[in-house]
């Protein structure tokens, strides 16, 4: 070699210094890159700039809204009820009086009081303070029903639970945080109040997840879009074994069938009720919404309740995610024609074809299983020994669970519209199976004269069954005037402490 | 070789101080492979994309779009002819991105461009081709006749697909979208909080 850097700088040392020179430039340029990356990823981290410091338990939702005006108005409309599609809406309708026959299905429960079909989230206290399932309860009278009733129906349920504990908050009944819950269903129920990430805040639903051995913080952002509704819009129960008192519990041990829930209850023989009529051990089945959806064909293909329920909305150049929870028939052009090309009386009809199907399904079971418990009361009346009676009421209380299990989740019928109709025609056939037994005891006792009452109206359904409608209505007026001021205006001071910090 | 590498050879007494600015360039280069992510590029996750985080319009809109189902960006994005051309393709639009991004160039309203185009639309034709060979759609779709095929690109009458008509880049101010978490490691964190 002719010459080299060696040679180079030994003849000139300031050619060296030089060298020396332009590593330091371009070493400084190259630090200059790496903190322009760093601040561009920085920026991610101030996208989301608040007005109002939202503490760990907000339970206020208007709070929330500060810094959300978009999707606080939509949740706002959740308080609309002028919707109404084929059976049902988002209006208060009385579902008993709809449905008669209903009463008598819950005879001896108190769903056979009162029912309504379900309102917006905008009204989940007004509503459970009205009805009249939770009595009229005063300063010497408690409430018929637990304190869990409140759990699924406000933010302010994570707010008590870390004050008080889980168990301790279940305790007792359900008058006596009626001036703590008054918050309706909001932010704080599915958000984080630190990252606005969805969060599970209900116990019930990651325990269950932990006794089927699987871990809820796995869950992707697409499976949490359905886990958050999954906290309330599923079967459940209040577990008083072991120690624990009206302990929120979702029966998911052995599967999420109509099957194998009613096996996890079968094992230790849990009954709801035992019923006023035929004195079969019920069960009662609460909207498992979640559990349906999951064995239907949307599940399958991939969807999250939020995707039709909570569909994207853009507003003046802004996109966000639409709170206003409601049935996607109101709403087919963003829900349904995101992926279906058909018309929306063609989507809308399709929904209703389903719909037809399982209520004719429904109502046959219906008439079977009221004819059941009139018959079993009656096999009773002449003299049937309980051994006889046994597999007969274990029968209706088969066929119950079943046709519960597929009505009273409001949207089984279009969620899974064939396991819905395959859990009815099980149902059905259990139906007649008890009362061609009853027939059998009919005829060995010789007395066919089985009596059943007028029923054909809400009213005469109640009276029928003994339950007095004008007293609970009356006591409930007094609960209203007199109570639910108190707790309020307690709510009212409570929270009048509670800071808000503006940044 | 032997020659070349000579030329290179610093005088005795700089040996140590070489290495050493050697070895911190070095580890500039490797952290900034780190800050950037440099090794997520490689693969087709859609998270890769949410590095920038000014594409949140395009994932959000994406991800509430028919299209999640089956296909991340890259399946529309990147050619798929060969691997070759989709790693120099992806290279290309990378670099080009990133050189906008760091300059700050970016529009408010980010649009595809013609090379671009031609991808997606090649892509397009990769999965829902039938629409165009199959005759029983002939009269169905009496505008995808032959002149019509070569001639224009399908996004010019589906362009809500899937990304709606809303993208400036303040047009998802709430979106839950997965942007890159901070590049302090966990275990460091908890030795500094501690």
């Given at each position: 070699m002719k010459w080299s850097i060696k040679q180079i700088v030994e003849n000139k040392p300031w050619a060296g210094w030089l060298l020396f020179f332009v590593t330091v430039v371009f070493v400084f340029f190259l630090g200059l890159l790496a903190s322009s990356i760093i601040e561009r990823r920085a920026e991610a981290q101030f996208v989301y700039s608040p007005k109002v410091e939202i503490e760990q338990f907000e339970p206020r939702n208007e709070i929330w809204g500060e810094n959300f005006p978009r999707e606080y108005a939509t949740f706002l409309?959740?308080?609309?009820?002028?919707f109404k599609s084929l059976f049902n809406g988002n209006g208060l309708n009385d579902a008993l009086k709809e449905n008669p026959d209903m009463v008598i299905l819950w005879?001896?429960?108190?769903f056979a009081k009162d029912y309504n079909q379900p309102r917006g989230h905008f009204y989940s206290i007004v509503d459970i303070r009205n009805t009249l399932r939770t009595g009229a309860p005063n300063d010497t009278t408690p409430s018929p029903q637990p304190n869990t009733c409140w759990t699924c129906k406000s933010p302010d349920v994570p707010r008590l639970m870390a004050k008080m504990g889980v168990q301790e908050f279940y305790k007792g009944s359900w008058d006596k945080l009626g001036s703590e819950v008054v918050n309706p269903i909001g932010c704080a129920d599915c958000h984080d109040s630190k990252t606005m990430n969805l969060k599970i805040t209900r116990p019930a639903l990651i325990e269950a997840f932990q006794r089927q051995g699987k871990d809820l913080n796995e869950s992707s952002q697409q499976e949490m879009r359905s886990l958050v509704c999954a906290q309330c819009h599923v079967e459940y129960f209040f577990d008083n074994r072991?120690?624990?008192?009206?302990y929120l519990t979702f029966p998911?041990?052995?599967?999420?069938?109509v099957e194998a829930i009613e096996k996890y209850y079968d094992n230790f023989n849990y009954s709801d009720w035992t019923h006023a009529i035929s004195k079969a051990p019920m069960l009662k089945a609460q909207h498992p919404d979640y559990e349906v959806f999951k064995m239907g064909v949307h599940f399958r293909a991939g969807l999250a309740c939020a995707d039709c329920h909570m569909p994207y909305i853009s507003e003046g150049g802004v996109k966000f995610t639409d709170h206003h929870v409601q049935s996607p028939l109101n709403n087919i052009s963003r829900s349904c024609q995101v992926c279906h090309k058909e018309s929306e009386e063609e989507l809308r009809e399709r929904v209703y074809q389903r719909q037809r199907n399982i209520k004719e399904l429904r109502t046959i079971l219906e008439k079977e299983l009221v004819a059941a418990h009139f018959e079993a009361k009656h096999a009773w009346d002449i003299g049937a020994q309980e051994l006889e009676m046994k597999n007969i009421l274990l029968l209706i209380r088969q066929a119950q669970w079943r046709w519960d299990f597929a009505v009273a989740g409001h949207g089984n019928s279009f969620h899974a519209p064939l396991e819905t109709a395959r859990i009815l025609a099980h149902g059905i056939n259990k139906a007649q199976e008890a009362r061609r037994l009853l027939i059998q005891i009919f005829a060995k006792y010789n007395n066919f004269d089985v009596k059943i009452p007028d029923i054909s109206t809400k009213e005469m359904a109640q009276k029928a069954i003994g339950i007095n409608t004008q007293k609970l209505k009356a006591d409930k007026e007094i609960f209203l005037k007199n109570v639910v001021p108190i707790w309020l205006k307690k709510a009212k001071e409570r929270e009048a402490k509670y800071s808000v910090k503006y940044l | 070789m032997r020659g070349i590498v000579d030329i290179f050879i610093p005088p005795k007494k700089w040996k140590f101080y070489v290495i050493i600015i050697l070895g911190i360039i070095t580890g500039l280069i490797f952290f900034l492979f780190y800050v950037s992510k440099?090794?997520?590029?490689?693969?087709?996750?859609?998270?890769?994309?949410?590095?920038?985080?000014?594409m949140a319009p395009q994932y959000t809109s994406w991800f509430h779009s028919a299209h999640r189902q089956y296909a991340n960006c890259n399946e529309c994005h990147v050619p798929h002819d060969n691997v070759f051309n989709k790693y120099f393709f992806k290279a290309k639009d990378g670099l080009r991105h990133a050189t906008i991004f760091t300059l700050r160039k970016e529009p408010q309203v980010i649009r595809i461009h013609e090379a671009g185009k031609e991808v997606v639309h090649s892509n397009c034709l990769r999965c829902h081709g039938d629409l165009l060979t199959d005759n029983k759609l002939q009269n169905y779709n009496g505008n995808t006749t032959n002149i019509n095929r070569k001639s224009s690109n399908c996004t010019f009458c589906h362009r809500e697909t899937p990304h709606g008509s809303v993208n400036s880049l303040s047009s998802v101010p709430n979106s839950r979208v997965p942007l890159p978490e901070s590049a302090v490691p966990h275990w460091l964190k908890k030795m500094i909080t501690k």
């Open positions: 409309q959740t308080a609309d009820t002028n005879a001896g429960y108190a072991q120690g624990k008192q009206k998911w041990d052995s599967g999420m069938t | 440099a090794h997520s590029y490689l693969s087709d996750n859609a998270e890769t994309c949410m590095n920038c985080h000014i």
